[in-house]
């Protein structure tokens, strides 16, 4: 049997010890029966947000992405690289025995 393992990961900025500095965390994870399931639960929380949408879904045992890019940007405080924030689903394929 398969499960499908949906991950919501947000990038975003914060302020740790006085210095602006880029942060990426889990915010959300779920478990799904069907593959079908997963996906709609992914376009269904990407409907919810504001910003531009990419998605590449792969058939097979490949991690499919999806992403929410927000248009907020700010500079790296040590690096100067810009940043941008953005949400990341990832959906898995997972057979248990």
Known sequence: MNV??????????DWVGGDLEDKFELEDSDIFKTRKAAKAWILNDLSKKRGAKTT??????KPSYAYCYTGVKWQHE????????????TLVKRALK
Do not use: L, R
Not at 79 to 84: A, K, L, N, Q, T
């Open 4 to 13: 499908y393992i949906v991950k919501v990961f947000h990038h975003d900025k």
């Open 56 to 61: 590449k879904w792969h058939v097979g045992d």
């Open 78 to 89: 040590n690096s100067g690289e810009e940043m941008e924030e953005y949400w990341m689903y």
